[in-house]
C-alpha cells in the first residue's frame, strides 16, 4: 500500500504545481484552492507512504513523480518548450526513479 500512497502523493504534486501555475500568484480563488488541496493531499499521502518506506528513497521518489509530471504537464497544457534533449533528461530521472525503487 505504500506504493500506493506515493503514486497518489505524487500524483497529487503534479496538481497541485498546475493549480499554483494557474493560480496567477494567489490571485484566482479556485485555483488557490485547488493548490492548497491537492498540496495537502500531496503531503497526507506521503506521510502515509514514510510509515513503512525509507524517508529518502520516498522523498527521492516523490520528487521525481512530480518533477517528471509538472514538465511533462508544462509541454502539454502550457506550450513550454520541447526538445529532445528534455525529454532524454525526464528519461534520466525516471531511469533514476526506477533505480532507487528496485534498491528499496
Do not use: H, N
Not at 502523493?9 to 501555475?21: D, H, N, Q, R, T
Not at 506521510?47 to 516523490?62: C, E, Q
Request: charged share 10%; proline share 3%.
Amino acid at each position: 500500500m505504500s506504493w500506493i500512497f506515493l503514486l497518489i502523493a505524487g500524483i497529487a504534486e503534479v496538481g497541485s504545481v498546475i493549480s499554483l501555475k494557474q493560480a496567477d500568484g494567489f490571485k484566482k480563488l479556485l485555483p488557490t484552492i485547488s493548490c492548497v488541496i491537492f498540496g495537502s493531499l500531496s503531503f497526507y499521502f506521503l506521510s502515509l507512504s514514510l510509515i513503512s518506506l525509507p524517508v529518502g528513497t520516498a522523498y527521492a521518489i516523490w520528487t521525481g513523480i512530480g518533477s517528471v509530471g509538472s514538465v511533462l504537464a508544462g509541454m502539454i497544457f502550457f506550450k513550454e518548450p520541447r526538445s529532445l534533449i528534455r525529454i532524454f533528461l525526464i528519461m534520466c530521472i525516471v531511469t533514476g526513479v526506477i533505480g532507487i525503487k528496485m534498491t528499496a
